[in-house]
């Protein structure tokens, strides 16, 4: 919990770095004066989307898992096939591994609920952590710059601090790029919900447009809570609704989004991205997960400006 929120902490500081350092350029305000600002405003929006979420996503959750229930046990397979000459023994056999997925996906969503309520305390702290981290860092993060000379000896220092320098650029590219796609695509999501009268569409907008942030991963978790609202509220028909709509903007931001926002720069192949997000995940938690995109540009431009030239030699 420390590392992740001491991560987030990392990446929040560099998207609000972006606007503190355009409200810099005003002459009356300073920079530190334009961090805190900036920071207080977008610590405030995460607090509102944090205080609006958690309520909603527990509402709907008791609201669709008596609904899965209740449609399996109404689910009459017979009349499903037409009155086909379909074997008792199969439809028996069907019937049985719908209410044993149903039992699954129950206690799944009953145990889901009570980790999410038993783990409040600790998101909280957390939290706050995250939005300390986030304040520091962007505060301090202009005399590391100035600094970073004393962490390399004379000898390779001009390189590395160059090499320091375009990688943190490359990374901050990568990341505002990213803020701003999950940006879009969460609006455009909450443009498609309130299109199909799927109930709260801000909800599912904000909460895409902040987990857009995690690569991959982040949209498959925005996606759950949106299936639940559509589920409970209009059935399969609005299950499937708001699985159509995200599908569609996975491929907007794969194919039309990323290429011309991320440009060619920052163009991380698809494969390794999910590589590395599984791989740290899977080592590190959240944190790894969060970590696999910095790490992924660290490797591609230390092997681009090490380890070729070593090569080449041999």
Do not use: C
Request: charged share 10%; aromatic share 14%; hydrophobic share 55%.
């Amino acid at each position: 919990m420390i590392v992740a929120s001491i991560t987030l902490g990392w990446y929040l500081s560099l998207i609000i770095d972006l606007p503190a350092r355009m409200l810099a350029k005003i002459r009356w305000m300073p920079f530190r004066l334009s961090v805190a600002f900036t920071s207080l405003l977008i610590f405030s929006l995460f607090l509102y989307g944090f205080y609006q979420i958690i309520p909603i996503f527990i509402d709907e959750a008791r609201k669709v898992l008596p609904l899965v229930t209740a449609t399996a046990q109404s689910l009459d397979l017979q009349s499903f096939f037409g009155g086909l000459p379909i074997d008792p023994m199969f439809i028996e056999w069907m019937e049985s591994f719908a209410r044993d997925i149903t039992g699954s996906i129950t206690q799944l969503g009953v145990d889901a609920l009570n980790i999410i309520i038993q783990g409040l305390p600790g998101a909280m702290t957390g939290a706050t952590l995250f939005l300390i981290t986030a304040a520091y860092l962007t505060f301090i993060l202009p005399k590391i710059r100035k600094k970073i000379w004393i962490f390399f000896p004379a000898s390779s220092r001009s390189r590395s601090i160059r090499f320091v320098r375009e990688y943190y650029i490359d990374l901050r590219t990568f990341i505002r790029g990213q803020v701003i796609i999950s940006i879009i695509v969460g609006f455009l999501a909450g443009l498609g919900m309130l299109l199909f009268q799927i109930p709260n569409a801000l909800f599912i907008g904000l909460s895409l447009a902040v987990l857009g942030l995690i690569p991959f991963i982040g949209t498959f978790i925005a996606s759950v809570p949106a299936l639940f609202i559509g589920f409970s509220h209009q059935g399969l028909a609005g299950g499937l609704k708001v699985l159509a709509v995200f599908l569609i903007l996975n491929q907007l931001e794969g194919w039309i989004l990323s290429p011309r926002i991320q440009g060619k720069r920052m163009k991380l192949n698809w494969f390794l991205i999910i590589i590395a997000v599984f791989f740290t995940g899977t080592v590190l938690g959240l944190a790894g997960i969060l970590l696999a995109v910095p790490l992924l540009v660290f490797g591609r431009k230390y092997w681009n400006e090490y380890v070729i030239e070593v090569l080449e030699t041999l």
